[in-house]
């Protein structure tokens, strides 16, 4: 099983990026696919999450308004859309695949996934 993110990348404060997640291997269709981000010296954590077969999207309280999260499930693809980024946006951007759905009071826990990426980059300037 891989997880693949990309889509990372340098942009202005107030600028977009939109990350992918694609898996391979193995389909998460019946459990989750979430976004975490890590900033030097800070701990993992959590960004968005969707659940297969739950049409909410869950996203920490930091980057609503601003960021989407969406999924393709013919791809087994998951997105996150990040708009008016911020500098403290600035962080190294991993997903994370969960086989079996996780409660949604769980969905911000690490340790509610199995599978991980290898994380992508964002890097925004003032």
């Known amino acids: 099983v891989q997880l693949q993110a990309s889509g990372g990348g340098s942009v202005q404060a107030g600028g977009s990026l939109r990350l992918s997640c694609a898996a391979s291997g193995r389909t998460f269709s019946r459990g989750a696919l979430a976004w975490f981000r890590q900033a030097p010296d800070k701990e993992r954590e959590f960004v968005a999450a969707?659940?297969?077969?739950?049409?909410?999207?869950y996203l920490a309280d930091s980057v609503k308004g601003r960021f989407t999260a969406s999924r393709d499930n013919a791809k087994n693809t998951a997105y996150l859309q990040m708009n008016s980024l911020k500098p403290e946006d600035t962080a190294l951007y991993y997903c994370?695949?969960?086989?079996?759905?996780?409660?949604?009071?769980?969905?911000?826990?690490?340790?509610?996934?199995?599978?991980w990426g290898q994380g992508t980059q964002v890097t925004v300037s003032s």
């Open positions: 969707m659940r297969w077969g739950d049409t909410n999207t």
């Open positions: 994370a695949g969960a086989i079996n759905r996780p409660i949604s009071s769980n969905l911000h826990e690490r340790t509610a996934y199995t599978h």
